[in-house]
């Protein structure tokens, strides 16, 4: 809902790449490339995979990453988990959660969701990307078990999720939130954005929030709630590991996951991570590009961001591989 210091692509993606060339093993992985239909337009991103081959780099056209083009896949069923990035970020936000889920036997695809990336602004500040998010995220999963060329490699029954931030809003809705778009009147009572333009308004959207039943289990991150009631979470039914923030950030205020957390009715861990802001969840900025962008990078004095990264993504592989292997 508040605005923020615009972050360059570039230097977004450099940043990620960065942490990226530090990772020891590198993934399979392809892009995502789902053409533009009824329901909605191109969405593109990545697809990474378990992979027992040497590291090496795969070429995205304006940059490359470390990984391997067309890795073969291990035999059997593999689980798929689905990202959705936070506002103005893209597919690569998550680069180090992706990698260890993938080395650990999962595949992960990450999209960008169009009008709301680093490289495309156009709808990042109006109330119709908040419908249209979740339903990227079901067009996501249509196309990993239909058209992709893993489609025959994944298991059906045992699909997640991880969001951050808008994302985080967004895999609360898929998986059965609905969002209370005149809840937030009061607070847009002083505010100049386009959202609460339409809000004073009420110029909400007309189309149903996409819930998506084929999701099992969901890791969300410092989720912006703003549009959630203590209602809004009635039918959400699936296991949930929710993260949040002791400092918030980026609209998203200390404390606003307590709402999920207060109100999910299903099974669901709890995670307070003291003196982390809202960016510790992306990952880790090397010392030049902090310098660059500190409003992504730079931490409260005492957080380790790199260690966090450690036991983040132990946490949410452990969560993940009980909920989707039966695994401890």
């Known amino acids: 809902m508040h605005p923020r210091k615009f972050v360059g692509s570039k230097l977004l993606v450099a940043t990620i790449l960065c942490l990226a060339a530090t990772l020891a093993d590198a993934a399979g992985l392809r892009a995502i490339d789902i053409p533009a239909d009824a329901d909605g337009p191109a969405l593109k991103g990545a697809i990474w995979s378990p992979c027992s081959q ?10 490359t990453l470390p990984g391997v083009k067309d890795c073969p896949l291990p035999g059997g069923k593999l689980p798929l988990i689905v990202v959705s990035h936070g506002r103005r970020g893209n597919f690569l936000g998550h680069i180090d959660t992706a990698q260890a889920l993938a080395d650990a036997g999962f595949i992960v695809a990450a999209i960008n969701h169009p009008g709301d990336t ?101 890791v969300i991150a410092d989720p912006l709630t703003v549009f959630f009631t203590s209602e809004s979470f009635a039918a959400v039914g699936v296991p949930v590991q929710l993260w949040a923030s002791e400092l918030g950030g980026d609209g998203v205020l200390p404390h606003t996951a307590d709402i999920a957390d207060r109100n999910l009715p299903s099974k669901h861990e709890f995670h307070f991570v ?55």
């Open 54 to 63: 040497p590291p090496g780099e795969v070429d995205f056209g304006k940059f």
């Open 118 to 218: 680093v490289s495309d602004l156009s709808r990042t500040d109006d109330l119709s990307v908040y419908v249209s998010r979740p339903n990227d995220i079901k067009r996501l999963i249509d196309f990993m078990v239909g058209a992709s060329a893993f489609a025959s490699s994944i298991d059906r029954e045992r699909i997640g999720l991880f969001g951050f931030s808008r994302g985080g809003y967004t895999g609360l809705a898929v998986i059965g939130a609905n969002p209370d778009w005149s809840i937030v009147t009061e607070l847009c009572q002083q505010s100049t954005t386009h959202v609460c333009e339409q809000i004073r308004a009420k110029q909400f959207p007309t189309q149903p929030v996409t819930h998506d039943p084929r999701i099992k289990a969901a």
């Open 274 to 328: 003291a003196n982390a802001g809202h960016f510790a969840f992306l990952a880790p900025c090397p010392p030049p590009l902090a310098k660059e962008v500190p409003q992504i990078c730079v931490d409260a004095n005492g957080f380790d961001r790199v260690a966090f990264h450690r036991q983040f993504n132990a946490d949410v592989l452990a969560f993940l591989r009980m909920q989707l292997m039966n695994a401890p």
